[in-house]
């Protein structure tokens, strides 16, 4: 098994669900920064240029929360995925309300502060992002009153994803007023076998990256 991944990125959500399981894998960093993922070789195994990428044998697959799904799947023994029928559809709802209604603000967020060309950002864009995510924000935040994890009474694949996208949504200050949030993101990042958090992953690269004179 292979991951493509690149620091900070949400391939820290599929190296997180591979810790948990415990499952061996060759880590393969492609350098954004540097544009390998615009490589041909890597377009070759992924057309669109996003991180991460999984290989597991001759399947090929991307979208962070479809990999998670089909690790937690291919391993039901650690019990990632819940098996009741009612609680696995709890399971795709929170993982679907993470994609679209929270990270969804997010990209356009860093995309008008720092991905796009700065005479194509849109200071106004920002505002109405963030004022679109603190609603919804809410919803979780009322959702975790007196609950440890997202489903069920047991941690799942859903816990990974989500805890990485309020991390994003911490390193920009959007959790200020939701303390039960910020308190689970932490419990969940105390686990032992969780991954790094955003801002170690981008101190690690700096770290990495070579002197100059």
Known sequence: MKLFEFGPTRSIRVRWTLQELGVEFEAVTINLIAGEHRSPEYLKINPAGRIPTLID???????SVAIVLYLAEKYPDKRLVPTDFAQRAELNKWLLFAVTELEQPLWRIS?????YPEDRRLPAEVVLAREDFAPMARVLEEHMKGREF????????????LAYTLDWANEIRLLDDCPRLRGYMTKMYARPHAAPRIAAAFASLS???????
């Open 57 to 63: 044998g001759d399947l090929v697959l991307t979208e």
């Open 111 to 115: 995309h008008h502060t720092a991905l």
């Open 150 to 161: 997202v489903v069920g009474n047991s941690v799942t694949v859903a816990d990974f994803v």
């Open 207 to 213: 770290a990495a990256a070579p002197a100059t004179k």
